[in-house]
């Protein structure tokens, strides 16, 4: 029988956390593997990681930084050095276990909120599926070998009117080829207008990765690809499973549709090349 989800709310969110940074290295270092060439890498900082996946890429980014207590002023210089050295603005996430001080330390160094993040979790299991509207195509479970398939979906449906790069196809390709992830598209036809994917490790799964072109939004493809990878989740021994959205989003109004709840929030703070402070 699966366990049910058990512990205070700041235990849980201190696990999702370390899951969180775990996952994030994880993928740098299967990416490292895939392409040596691209000098991708990591710093060990303030209780964090800085990492480096390429100028441009969406994971080029610091995570977990003071969840060990204060973060100094040296470390925030050895931060942006680290970035600037390879000539890319970044982000940095900040959760509640960040350092307090930190979100008025980086608006006076020159950080700006972008965005802010809403960490929702569910209990798994067998979701009610209403699946896709009639007329729209199907739903398929790609197999491992398809992350050519699922990045191109993916590139072109997330960051739509952008072309494709070649920095974003190789986020959806590495990232589908991590053992235990699971890819998925839905068809129009012969064409891949939506994809989705979601993995599973110990108590934790997620769902990441859900983009539809923007022809087709609106139509339900989404929630159906949500109830698609529930079902396939709830197969598995996970306790809770987690999807993280931009808040006022359609993405996060169907994860709550999907049974989801918010449980948490980070902010999403941008840092140009800049000169050093």
Known sequence: MRKSPTGSREGVIERLEEWNVRSARRWMGHHRSRVPADRSTELAIAGGFALFCGVGSP????IGLGRGGPVSDRDLGTLESFYRERNTP????LSPLS???LPERLRQRGYALDATEVVLTRPN???ECKGLSPGIGKIVRLEREDTDRFSQVLARAAFSPAPPSGVLLEVGRTSVAIPGVVAWV???GDEDIACGAHSSEGDFASLFGGATDPEHRGQGI???LI???LAAIAETDAVLVVVVTREETTSLRNAVRCGFAPLYSRTVWTRGIGPAT
Not at 59 to 62: D, G, K, P, V
Not at 90 to 93: L, M, P, S, W
Request: glycine share 0%; no cysteine; proline share 4%.
């Open 186 to 188: 839905v068809t129009d």
């Open 59 to 62: 994971l080029t980014h610091a």
């Open 222 to 224: 989404q929630r159906a």
């Open 227 to 229: 109830e698609a990878r």
């Open 99 to 101: 350092d307090s001080t």
């Open 125 to 127: 299991h067998l979701p």
């Open 90 to 93: 970044f982000e940095v996430d």
